[in-house]
């Protein structure tokens, strides 16, 4: 299964109840350029689990930072490291 398909199936996995009124996952994009990436954890298996921060810099485009803040997951990187960012979140919440 792709990276995305695996996101879409965490996420249905929370919408249990009202979760997903108040929760989510956001991705946008930022001025670098590049991507962010936000999951919300309260309310899931996740929102006492550990994340160690993960950096990453291979060049001016080519890097990604991910780490948790407070309730949340949180993700940034450049144009072609999207992938990269969910596959972290991914391997996290196996």
């Not at 689990?49 to 291979?58: A, G, L, S, T, Y």
């Not at 060049?59 to 930072?65: N, P």
């Not at 993700?75 to 996290?92: Q, R």
Request: with cysteine; charged share 30%; net charge negative.
């Amino acid at each position: 299964m792709d990276s995305i398909s695996r996101l879409c199936a965490w996420f249905e996995r929370q919408c249990v109840g009202e979760w997903h009124e108040d929760h989510g996952i956001k991705i946008d994009t930022i001025d670098n350029p590049g991507w962010s990436m936000k999951a919300d954890l309260a309310g899931t298996g996740l929102q006492d689990k550990e994340f160690p921060e993960i950096r990453v810099e291979r060049s001016q485009h080519d890097w990604f930072v991910a780490r948790r803040n407070d309730q949340a997951f949180e993700a940034f990187g450049g144009p072609m490291n999207l992938n990269e960012m969910i596959e972290s979140f991914l391997a996290w919440t196996e």
